[in-house]
Each structure stands twice: as structure tokens, then as C-alpha cells.
């Protein structure tokens, strides 16, 4: 039921630059409706890797920057660790979703 | 340091209902600036929003799962609850209580996490 398109999987060697997309429509992002990211380590919640965009939660390393235009978002994550490979999640609102969220389907990074 | 945790049975017969509670530590419940909600993740697949509750009782719910949710909230104990009837294999998932601030928009915490299988 995502209404956020993302590419199922990325990958990227230690040191490398990825970026992971989102795209929406004009009812969410195309909206003017900010797009925050997570990242989710395996076998633990989500956690909030960017909000409104492109600001990062105290704790988490500059490496991690996000952009929006338009009907879409990125994530770009530089200097590339090991312990990045996790599932990243994009979310927004949606008008018909009042109180909620809309989240894409997750992009599995995988760290070569 | 704000906490939520979520609580309740892992197995649920399927067409029984499914209950869970988040007991909130750290902070208030009764806020103005937060909806206090719940997450489902099937397993190995993505995020899906149920429905969330403001801390004075309005509920706003998935429209694809509206029929079968009902949220509520008790504050004198920092606590909301999820009741999700008529349960199939398909409500099988980790769900997850958060906290998604109301202007902003956000998911800024989220509970660990309780696996709920629906399985006679």
C-alpha cells in the first residue's frame, strides 16, 4: 500500500558515495509536504535518520544528508561503513492521511 | 530520555482480535506538540501506518485498515492501545508504538517492536 516508490536495493564499497531515491506524487511530496528518512539495522526499529529534508537528529554523523524537489527525495551517504548496511526508509504526508504517515518500501543497502 | 514499550500477546487466533499497549516513560502523554501512533511491519517487508491518537482522544486511522482499527489512549497512566478485529495471516507483522510530532510530522521515537503471528 506504499505510495513512496524506492529502488528495492543499493550497494556501495567502504568509502564509496550511494544515494537512494523516493519518489511520490503531487497529494504527498509534490505537495510541499517534507519527506523524512530511517534507518532500520537488522533485527531493530526504525530510527530517525532525517527530518524535513535534510536535517539530521543530534547523534547522527554529517555523512548522512537528504534533498527534496519536486515529487522526490534522496538520501546520500558518503564515506561508506560497514555498519551502514540497513534498510532505509522514506516517509511523508499524505492529505488523506491525517495524524499518520505515508512510508516507501525500503531500499536495502548493502555494504560490498 | 523518552521511551515507548509496546505490550501484549504474540499469537492471536485468526477472526480474534489483537490488542496491544504502549506505556510511555520519560515524558508525558498528554502534549499538545505529538500524536502518539502505531506501525506494522509484516515480516521482510516495508512500514505501514495504522492509526494515531491525540493525547485528547481524537483517532485518526489508516483508511485501509479503518474498519477493523480502534486506538485509545489513557492518560493517567501514559499508556495508548491498539484493538485490530477480525485478524487474518495478513495482520502478521512487528508492530511498532511511536511518537510522530504534529506540525513536523515525524516518527522521532519508536518502541522496540512486539512480533504479533496470527495463527490457529
Known amino acids: 500500500q506504499s505510495v513512496l516508490t524506492q529502488s528495492p536495493s543499493v550497494s556501495g564499497a567502504p568509502g564509496q558515495r550511494v544515494t537512494i531515491s523516493c519518489t511520490g506524487s503531487s497529494s504527498n511530496i509534490g505537495a510541499g509536504y517534507d519527506v523524512h528518512w530511517y534507518q532500520q539495522l537488522p533485527g531493530t526499529a526504525p530510527k530517525l535518520l532525517i527530518y524535513g529534508n535534510s536535517n539530521r537528529p543530534s547523534g547522527v554523523p554529517d555523512r548522512f544528508s537528504g534533498s527534496k524537489s519536486g515529487t522526490s527525495a534522496s538520501l546520500a551517504i558518503t564515506g561508506l561503513q560497514a555498519e551502514d548496511e540497513a534498510d532505509y526508509y522514506c516517509q511523508s504526508y499524505d492529505s488523506s492521511l491525517t495524524g499518520g504517515g505515508v512510508f516507501g518500501r525500503g531500499t536495502k543497502l548493502t555494504v560490498l | 530520555q523518552l521511551q515507548l514499550q509496546e505490550s501484549g500477546p504474540g499469537l492471536v487466533k485468526p477472526s480474534e482480535t489483537l490488542s496491544l499497549t504502549c506505556t510511555v516513560s520519560g515524558d508525558s502523554i498528554s502534549s499538545s506538540s505529538y500524536y502518539w501512533g502505531w506501525i506494522r511491519q509484516p515480516p521482510g517487508k516495508g512500514l505501514e501506518w495504522i492509526g494515531s491518537?491525540?493525547?485528547?482522544?481524537?483517532?485518526y486511522y489508516n483508511p485501509s485498515l479503518k474498519s477493523r482499527v480502534t486506538i485509545s489512549v489513557d492518560t493517567s497512566k501514559d499508556q495508548f492501545s491498539l484493538k485490530l478485529s477480525s485478524v487474518t495471516a495478513a495482520d502478521t507483522a512487528m508492530y511498532y508504538c511511536?511518537?510522530?510530532?504534529?506540525?513536523?510530522?515525524?516518527?522521532?521515537?519508536w518502541g522496540q517492536g512486539t512480533l504479533v503471528t496470527v495463527s490457529s
Open positions: 511511536s511518537r510522530r510530532r504534529k506540525t513536523t510530522r515525524y516518527f522521532d521515537y
Open positions: 491518537i491525540y493525547y485528547s482522544g481524537s483517532t
